[in-house]
T-cell receptor
Framework: KQEVTQIPAALSVPEGENLVLNCSFTDSAIYNLQWFRQDPGKGLTSLLLIQSSQREQTSGRLNASLDKSSGRSTLYIAASQPGDSATYLCAGRPLTGTASKLTFGTGTRLQVTL | GAGVSQSPRYKVTKRGQDVALRCDPISGHVSLYWYRQALGQGPEFLTYFNYEAQQDKSGLPNDRFSAERPEGSISTLTIQRTEQRDSAMYRC??????????FGPGTRLTVT
């Protein structure tokens, strides 16, 4: 059974810092990977999708990479802002079986302080 | 355009009652997914549809849970004889050609 670990579980940084969130899968046979943001009491917002043929994806201050050989992904947030405070979840689609269902990590809770 | 919508947003029901949760996917998205999320955890897969066909229901906890998508658009997740352990956030997602999944706001189910 695929398990996804996100490190750290929680992180507090001052505004302006660059930071890295980590995600690792027990089964590295991942088809693609999505990073989501979840605000308290709200739904999940898709941030980035790394397709099977890609190694990384960028959107604004966010950059996500995927190393399929090791089953690890990182989300880099540049010049963090208080509005970035949220829980960040990574989720992977398996290479085999039901290739569409996502397996999620438990998330990294980020707080960016003034 | 409109995103994924779910109704009701909140549902409180008594143990033993049946509930039906609705999901309206993004227009044109052929794939639809149901997940369940406990507090402090990531969503867990329940079931998946491609058009009207239920492709995978391996995540449904037991036979009290069922889902349908009869016309390949709106989907309903039904829980029969609800139990307190069914209390959770139920989330629906849909995806199109890219496979990127877009989530609705969820239905918070509380079984008393």
């Amino acid at each position: 059974k695929q398990e996804v670990t996100q490190i750290p579980a929680a992180l507090s940084v001052p505004e302006g810092e660059n930071l890295v969130l980590n995600c690792s899968f027990t089964d590295s046979a991942i088809y693609n990977l999505q990073w989501f943001r979840q605000d308290p009491g709200k739904g999940l917002t898709s941030l980035l999708l790394i397709q099977s043929s890609q190694r990384e994806q960028t959107s604004g201050r966010l950059n996500a990479s995927l190393d399929k050989s090791s089953g690890r992904s990182t989300l880099y947030i540049a010049a963090s802002q208080p509005g970035d405070s949220a829980t960040y979840l990574c989720a992977g689609r398996p290479l085999t079986g039901t290739a569409s269902k996502l397996t999620f990590g438990t998330g990294t809770r980020l707080q960016v302080t003034l | 355009g409109a995103g994924v919508s779910q109704s009701p947003r909140y549902k409180v029901t008594k143990r033993g009652q049946d509930v039906a949760l609705r999901c309206d996917p993004i227009s044109g998205h052929v794939s639809l997914y149901w997940y369940r999320q406990a507090l402090g955890q990531g969503p867990e897969f329940l079931t998946y549809f491609n058009y009207e066909a239920q492709q995978d229901k391996s995540g449904l906890p037991n036979d009290r849970f069922s889902a349908e998508r009869p016309e390949g658009s709106i989907s309903t997740l039904t829980i029969q004889r609800t139990e307190q352990r069914d209390s959770a956030m139920y989330r629906c997602a849909s995806s199109g050609d890219t496979g990127e999944q877009y989530f609705g706001p969820g239905t918070r189910l509380t079984v008393t």
